[in-house]
């Protein structure tokens, strides 16, 4: 049969099985969503309030679901709002397609109106991405870009379509989504191809007195915490993990310790430090997990597993490498290793779980008084979402994630605006669980048009706003580092986010004492849309521990250390 270039576009999403596409129109892609109006209801388009705010939400969607998250945007300054969105997609490994639509193929490269070479400026952050201009080839790139997103290491691909390209129409034969080649396919042949690599980590972790293993995101990705857990309790030995990793191990086992690195706890860091071999399971060894490169787990062999070849040997030398898919390796490490005993090491760690507790002020309200709050309210079975800054490592250090993708972060980015629009697509995701979004006064101004977006979709979603007046973790720095020399890091208006919330439909609510944030919580976990709680804190409260920048981790401190 013959179709539009619009409606294949819309008829490939189908066959994906795709049911949410974040977005947000222009004429160069009006062609879609007047096909997409005809199909409203078998994928349901959720109207951002921004551009940035839909691969946001797109993102949300995948990392709460390991499904992938879709997003449309028109030419122009349409495409190049979704930028920063999609590098955070790229840098923390989310599979999201990305669908722009351009000028028409003539008008391409004369700086038409609403022209962007927007291919050009995403080959760094994506990987892959198509410009298509010729409609015979449209449903086979949409295909492909689907199958790449989820391949291997996941990641954003963009599909940018000229106007024309969308109207011109083509034979179309319908196609049934073919299984993906998923990460765990990659290690079907592991044991024939990777033998040696398996052999020589067994011999490793046999040998071990003082194991240590390191969990990262791609633990999560893979689907790996049955493994995971097995492979803890074989190996008797603690786990640590970084930001992207939480939820992979739970976070009430008696093995773990905390998050690893910068503001990691004194436990891990000194655990790692310590430690005569780490086990290092779907991490890339960031510059803010390792602190000082060269005396990073300098007493250690490293076992690094990952599917991604190229991250091996890329910050950290490591002893020994396995490639492939975390789920595959530790289920082929768990048949062959036998029960090890590290009694002692293990005892030296509880040791140390007793001198360095993670601990905040007895009285006022506080980031870390909230986190703690927020789990016991939820019971720990909320999806937490955070933006980025002080709150976002209270949230990691604070909340106990027993489940893979239930916390949300910009992690290799970093990026100040991204956890409004993610809880978003996390609770379009998940209409059955309760999605908080905690996110500082600074990073909330990035996004909080997207309030509306909420209002609209009628989400019961929770904004938790941890206002101390100022950019927290800049002027953290600036205390410790700058002389206090707090250059344009304070925030001293009078923006009142309680109106803000009301004016754009939300209930608003403050709280300035622990007693009123209970109480504000309590409502808002009960309400049936959306609720902004503004947490008045102190300006000078400080993430600890804290490794300063260039310094070893075992160099960990805490205000009682300075």
Same mark, same amino acid.
């Given at each position: 049969m013959q179709l539009t270039g619009a409606e294949i576009i819309i008829e490939c999403l189908k066959e994906q099985g795709v049911d949410t596409v974040f977005g947000y129109p222009g004429g160069a892609i009006l062609n879609v969503y007047d096909e997409l109006y005809?199909?409203?209801?078998?994928?349901?388009? /959720?109207?951002?309030?921004?551009?940035?705010? +839909?691969?946001h939400a797109a993102d949300g969607y995948a990392r709460s679901t390991g499904k992938v998250g879709v997003c449309f945007a028109t030419s122009g300054p349409g495409a190049t709002n979704l930028v920063t969105g999609i590098a955070t997609a790229y840098m923390d490994s989310v599979p999201v397609v990305a669908i722009t639509c351009n000028v028409g193929v003539s008008l391409l490269g004369k700086d038409s109106f609403q022209e962007i070479d927007i291919t050009g400026i995403t080959t760094p952050i994506t990987k892959h991405n198509f410009i298509v201009k010729d409609v015979t080839k449209l449903a086979e790139t949409i295909r492909r870009a689907f199958a790449i997103a989820k391949k291997g290491r996941p990641g954003p691909v963009l599909v940018d379509v000229p106007k024309d390209v969308t109207a011109n129409r083509t034979d179309y034969e319908p196609a049934a989504a073919k299984p993906s080649h998923s990460v765990h396919q990659i290690g079907e042949d592991l044991?024939?191809?990777?033998?040696?690599?398996?052999?020589? +980590?067994?011999?490793?972790?046999?040998?071990?007195?003082?194991?240590?293993?390191?969990?990262?995101?791609?633990?999560?990705?893979s689907g790996a915490s049955g493994e995971l857990r097995r492979f803890v309790s074989l190996m008797q030995a603690p786990v640590c993990d970084s930001l992207m990793g939480k939820g992979a191990f739970d976070g009430?086992?008696?093995?773990?310790?905390?998050?690893?690195?910068?503001?990691?706890?004194?436990?891990?860091?000194?655990?790692?430090?310590?430690?005569?071999?780490?086990?290092?399971?779907?991490?890339?060894?960031?510059?803010?997990?390792?602190?000082?490169a060269s005396r990073f787990a300098s007493?250690?062999? /490293?076992?690094? /597993?990952?599917?991604?070849a190229a991250e091996v040997n890329k910050n950290i030398p490591v002893t020994a490498s396995v490639i492939g898919d975390a789920k595959d390796v530790l289920a082929k490490l768990n048949e062959r290793l036998g029960q090890q005993e590290h009694d002692e090491w293990l005892a030296h760690i509880v040791r140390l779980k007793e001198k360095y507790p993670l601990k905040y002020a007895d009285e006022g309200l506080s980031g870390p008084y909230m986190v703690e709050e927020i789990y016991r309210q939820t019971k720990g079975d909320a999806i937490i979402v955070t933006e980025v800054g002080q709150h976002q490592m209270w949230a990691a250090q604070y909340y106990r994630?027993?489940?893979?993708?239930?916390?949300?972060?910009?992690?290799?980015?970093?990026?100040?605006?991204?956890?409004?629009?993610?809880?978003?697509?996390?609770?379009?995701?998940?209409?059955?669980?309760?999605? /908080?979004?905690?996110?500082?006064d600074g990073c909330f101004r990035m996004n909080m048009n997207e309030i509306a977006t909420a209002v609209r979709e009628h989400l019961p979603l929770v904004e938790v706003v941890v206002?101390?007046?100022?950019?927290?973790?800049?002027?953290?720095?600036?205390?410790?580092?700058?002389?206090?020399?707090?250059?344009?890091?304070?925030?001293?208006d009078s923006v009142d986010y309680v109106k803000l919330a009301e004016a754009m439909g939300a209930k608003g609510m403050r709280a300035t004492t622990?007693?009123?944030?209970?109480?504000?919580?309590?409502?808002?976990?009960?309400?049936?849309?959306?609720?902004?709680?503004?947490?008045v804190i102190d300006c000078d409260d400080k993430v600890w521990p804290m490794v300063a920048p260039g310094a070893p981790i075992s160099e960990a401190f805490t205000a009682e250390d300075l």
């Amino acid at each position: 049969m013959q179709l539009t270039g619009a409606e294949i576009i819309i008829e490939c999403l189908k066959e994906q099985g795709v049911d949410t596409v974040f977005g947000y129109p222009g004429g160069a892609i009006l062609n879609v969503y007047d096909e997409l109006y005809k199909h409203r209801d078998e994928i349901r388009h /959720i109207l951002t309030s921004h551009e940035q705010g +839909a691969s946001h939400a797109a993102d949300g969607y995948a990392r709460s679901t390991g499904k992938v998250g879709v997003c449309f945007a028109t030419s122009g300054p349409g495409a190049t709002n979704l930028v920063t969105g999609i590098a955070t997609a790229y840098m923390d490994s989310v599979p999201v397609v990305a669908i722009t639509c351009n000028v028409g193929v003539s008008l391409l490269g004369k700086d038409s109106f609403q022209e962007i070479d927007i291919t050009g400026i995403t080959t760094p952050i994506t990987k892959h991405n198509f410009i298509v201009k010729d409609v015979t080839k449209l449903a086979e790139t949409i295909r492909r870009a689907f199958a790449i997103a989820k391949k291997g290491r996941p990641g954003p691909v963009l599909v940018d379509v000229p106007k024309d390209v969308t109207a011109n129409r083509t034979d179309y034969e319908p196609a049934a989504a073919k299984p993906s080649h998923s990460v765990h396919q990659i290690g079907e042949d592991l044991e024939r191809e990777r033998a040696q690599e398996l052999e020589t +980590a067994l011999a490793l972790l046999r040998e071990s007195k003082k194991p240590f293993i390191f969990v990262g995101g791609g633990a999560v990705i893979s689907g790996a915490s049955g493994e995971l857990r097995r492979f803890v309790s074989l190996m008797q030995a603690p786990v640590c993990d970084s930001l992207m990793g939480k939820g992979a191990f739970d976070g009430t086992d008696a093995f773990y310790t905390g998050m690893l690195g910068m503001h990691g706890t004194k436990v891990s860091n000194f655990g790692v430090s310590e430690c005569d071999l780490l086990v290092v399971v779907g991490a890339r060894f960031s510059d803010r997990v390792i602190g000082n490169a060269s005396r990073f787990a300098s007493n250690a062999k /490293i076992v690094q /597993i990952d599917i991604d070849a190229a991250e091996v040997n890329k910050n950290i030398p490591v002893t020994a490498s396995v490639i492939g898919d975390a789920k595959d390796v530790l289920a082929k490490l768990n048949e062959r290793l036998g029960q090890q005993e590290h009694d002692e090491w293990l005892a030296h760690i509880v040791r140390l779980k007793e001198k360095y507790p993670l601990k905040y002020a007895d009285e006022g309200l506080s980031g870390p008084y909230m986190v703690e709050e927020i789990y016991r309210q939820t019971k720990g079975d909320a999806i937490i979402v955070t933006e980025v800054g002080q709150h976002q490592m209270w949230a990691a250090q604070y909340y106990r994630y027993q489940k893979p993708r239930t916390l949300l972060t910009s992690g290799g980015l970093g990026t100040m605006g991204y956890g409004l629009g993610a809880a978003i697509g996390a609770q379009v995701a998940n209409p059955g669980r309760q999605v /908080i979004n905690f996110a500082g006064d600074g990073c909330f101004r990035m996004n909080m048009n997207e309030i509306a977006t909420a209002v609209r979709e009628h989400l019961p979603l929770v904004e938790v706003v941890v206002n101390n007046h100022v950019l927290g973790m800049v002027r953290q720095w600036q205390d410790l580092f700058y002389e206090k020399h707090y250059s344009a890091t304070v925030l001293s208006d009078s923006v009142d986010y309680v109106k803000l919330a009301e004016a754009m439909g939300a209930k608003g609510m403050r709280a300035t004492t622990r007693e009123e944030f209970n109480t504000a919580l309590e409502e808002a976990l009960a309400a049936d849309g959306p609720v902004v709680i503004d947490a008045v804190i102190d300006c000078d409260d400080k993430v600890w521990p804290m490794v300063a920048p260039g310094a070893p981790i075992s160099e960990a401190f805490t205000a009682e250390d300075l």
